[in-house]
């Protein structure tokens, strides 16, 4: 069947706006109605393994990296990630009881199947997170999650992030149960704060006027630089790929720890600074990165939860997020993340759905 942009102006927004639905109909597709409880495909199970080993490019891998806070968190598992191209030139260490999970949109990246086939007969079980479940990953994995986002035809990748992160959260918590990390009514909680996310993203992408308004600003400089502790440390990771892939913008992002180990040098008037800093327990630190960028007077475009915006007092540039458990965050704030990169693109008038030089699918090496 053919795809259309439903009334939108590229795909990419179209498949934006698509992300709550999304994640809610991958929501009810994984859990049983009756009970809330999970209901992940045959074969997803941790009883046996004693790590998790998570491979991806672009994209996808920043999905396990937010995946890794979760693993850790939920499921007290140890968890290693890598690029699929360095991981299988590295000569991994890999044990009997490992778990190889690959992400991939496509099932067909050159880098994540070589990965995939590299490590096959290594470890204990393959699982593949596609979106594609006919592609070569999928057919090549022991099991497979399919994140069940629909075509996505947009270069840049959206609501495939948000509905990997979903998929990568439901596998969190079921590893959580395995391991007998988490009971019935910890997982009660968790799915309550899961389902709440589809709501919060509807709100998040409510801001159109604020992302167009500071997407103006961006549109002029040359650089931007992206912050965010713990799984926002990857928000910005995506945010600054968003912004490269579709206005051609240099954009870099840090853990906001290690400001002063080097991009504070960059900062000047001219630099924004976007901020990821929803009022969680690492907020504090964050701001404190905040400050000492104020103070040096970066451009600084703060995203925080309206708690946040009155602890962080004066601030340029502030766009209030829906407050969201600490724990689905990232499922919220992909969306500037995406809003501001793509307004920033309409601003500058690149082609949003066909960026230059980049390719849908990278199945060559
Ligand atoms: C390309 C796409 C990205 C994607 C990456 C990984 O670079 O432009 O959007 O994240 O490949 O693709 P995959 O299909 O494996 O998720």
């Known amino acids: 069947a053919t795809v259309d942009k439903s009334g939108h102006r ?3 927004a179209k498949e934006m706006a698509e992300q709550p639905s999304i994640i809610q109909k991958a929501l009810a597709a994984y859990t049983n109605e009756a009970d809330g409880i999970l209901n992940l495909p045959e074969g997803v199970q941790f009883n046996d393994i004693r790590r998790v080993v998570m491979v ?3 994209t996808a891998f920043y999905a396990c990296q937010v995946a890794k806070y979760w693993f850790e968190q939920i499921a007290r598992i140890p968890v290693e ?17 490992d778990l190889l999970i690959v992400v991939s949109q496509s099932g067909e990246t050159a880098d994540t199947l070589a990965a995939l086939r590299h490590v096959a007969g290594h470890v204990r079980r393959t699982l593949a997170v596609v979106n594609v479940p006919t592609s070569s990953i999928a057919r090549e994995a022991d ?6 986002a629909g075509p996505e035809i947009g270069v840049a990748s959206t609501k495939a992030f ?3 992160l979903l998929s990568l959260l439901l596998l969190a918590a079921k590893a959580g149960l395995d391991r007998g990390k988490m009971n019935a009514d910890d ?3 968790l799915m309550s704060e899961i389902q709440a996310a589809p709501g919060l993203m509807s709100q998040a992408l409510d801001r159109a006027q604020e992302y167009a308004r500071i997407a103006e600003e961006l549109a002029e400089s040359d650089d931007v630089l992206f912050l965010g502790r713990g799984a926002m440390f990857p928000m910005a990771l995506e945010a600054a790929l968003k912004l490269k892939e579709i206005s051609y913008i240099h954009a870099e992002a840090y853990a906001a720890g290690e400001l ?6 960059l900062i000047d008037k001219t630099l924004p600074v976007v901020i990821f800093a929803p009022r969680d327990v690492l907020f504090e630190k964050t701001i404190s990165n905040m400050q000492e960028v104020m103070a040096r007077h970066g451009q600084v475009i703060l995203l925080t939860d309206a708690d946040g915006a009155k602890l ?15 724990i689905v965050a990232p499922l919220i704030y992909a969306i500037p993340a995406q809003m501001l990169a793509y307004n920033t693109a309409l601003a500058r008038g690149t082609d949003v759905d066909q960026p230059r030089n980049l390719a849908k699918s990278v199945t060559v090496e």
């Open 10 to 12: 590229h795909f990419m």
């Open 260 to 265: 002063k180990h080097g991009p504070i040098a």
């Open 56 to 58: 991806a490019c672009g």
């Open 187 to 189: 997982l009660t909680t």
């Open 81 to 97: 990630i890598d690029i699929a191209s360095e991981f299988r030139y590295r000569d991994p260490v890999l044990e009997r009881d």
């Open 143 to 148: 099991v497979v999650m399919p994140i069940l």
């Open 312 to 326: 962080a007092g004066e601030v340029q540039n502030v766009i209030v997020m829906p407050k969201a458990p600490t």
């Open 162 to 164: 948000t509905a990997q």
